[in-house]
Every structure is written in C-alpha cells, then in structure tokens.
C-alpha cells in the first residue's frame, strides 16, 4: 500500500519542471515588452523616446529583468495555492502600485527632463536630457529657459549640460527617474502575471 504523500513535502520533479516552464513561458514575452520600443513597435517606441539616450539603455535593461523576474515569482510561487479572490486582492495592489508609479512617472518627467526640439539638416528633431530639479545658475544662461540653454549654450553637450545644471543633482535624478521607471514596469510585469494566472484558474474551474 503506497503511503500518502506528506503535507507540505517538495513537488515531484515532473510538477516543478511544468511550473518553470510556465513561469519561463510568461515571463520572458513580458520583459521583452520594453524593448519592442527599440524596434518601432507603436506606443512602446514612443515610450522609450520620451526618455534621454544617456538613461534610456540602463531604464530598458533593467525594467526588463525586474518585469521577467516579477512575472516569473507570480507564475512560480503562487500557482498552486491561488484563488480567485487572492488574485482579486493582489490585483487591486498591484493597479494602486502602478497608479503611484505612474504619477510619480510624471512629475519627475515633467520636473527633471527637458525636450529639446532642434532642426537637423532641415528635418525636425527631438532629443531629451536630464537637468535636474533645479534651474542654472549660469550667467550665459540667466533669463533664459532650459531648452534654450541646452540648445544654444551648451550646444547638446551633456558635459556642457552638467556643468551648467549641477552634475550632482542630474546624478540624483537620473537615479529617481530610472528608480520610478523600474517600479512602474514591474507592476505592470505583476499585473501581467496576475492575469495569466486568472485565466488558467477559470480554465481550471
């Protein structure tokens, strides 16, 4: 007679082998979601371009790993003990996360990054740079705004940029910006991974 299983014992090989797969299959088309921006795919391309060249690779790279990495611990570790409800509350959670990260998202954009629109060869370009919370206290640069000052003074130099705007504080505000930009992805990583565990639940019932 085979003795039953002990409660709380190691998943067998067969079962934890499935739930990896599962987690690896989930996780890994989230955390290429950033980079589709790379690749002209709409909304995400122009994501990526509102942020400066000098964070935007870091920002990407990271946000990627953090999505995967969240999408996978919610694949693996909550598969066999979820219910509906649970995924209720933890969707709950995770959209006020995203709100959160969302707003904060936008008030470090709007407060540190300044746009530069620029012609190059006769066609219209954009470019951004990260200048940090406060304004410049450069002569060359009194009485005018940010743009201005990146454009004409500082040529779009990001040395030149730095040292007219502090390279300490642009320091603190590139780590803030990509901070917010990982906690936003992974969430939506959460909420991505949430979903995909609902949807096999209902299949399931």
Request: overall charge positive.
């Amino acid at each position: 007679m085979t003795k039953p299983q002990a409660a709380g014992s190691r998943p067998d090989r067969t079962k934890l082998l499935r739930r990896v797969l599962h987690s690896v299959s989930v996780s890994g088309p989230v955390g290429l979601l950033p980079y589709l921006g790379k690749l002209d795919f709409p909304v995400l391309k122009q994501l990526v371009e509102l942020y400066p060249e000098s964070i935007a690779n870091v920002a990407i790279l990271f946000s990627s790993a953090t999505m995967s990495a969240v999408a996978a611990y919610v694949q693996f570790h909550r598969s066999d003990r979820i219910t509906l409800e649970n995924i209720n509350q933890s969707f709950r959670f995770g959209i006020r996360c995203f709100a959160v990260a969302l707003v904060l998202l936008l008030i470090m954009y709007f407060w540190t990054v300044t746009p530069v629109h620029y012609n190059f060869n006769g066609e219209a370009r954009t470019t951004s740079f990260v200048t940090g919370f406060t304004g410049t206290d450069a002569t060359q640069c009194a009485g005018r705004s940010r743009e201005d000052c990146i454009l004409h003074e500082a040529q779009l130099n990001e040395a030149h940029i730095a040292s007219f705007f502090g390279e300490w504080q642009i320091r603190l505000a590139n780590i803030l910006v990509v901070g917010i930009y990982i906690v936003f992805t992974a969430s939506f990583g959460y909420l991505q991974g949430l979903r995909v565990l609902r949807t096999s639940l209902r299949k399931k019932g």
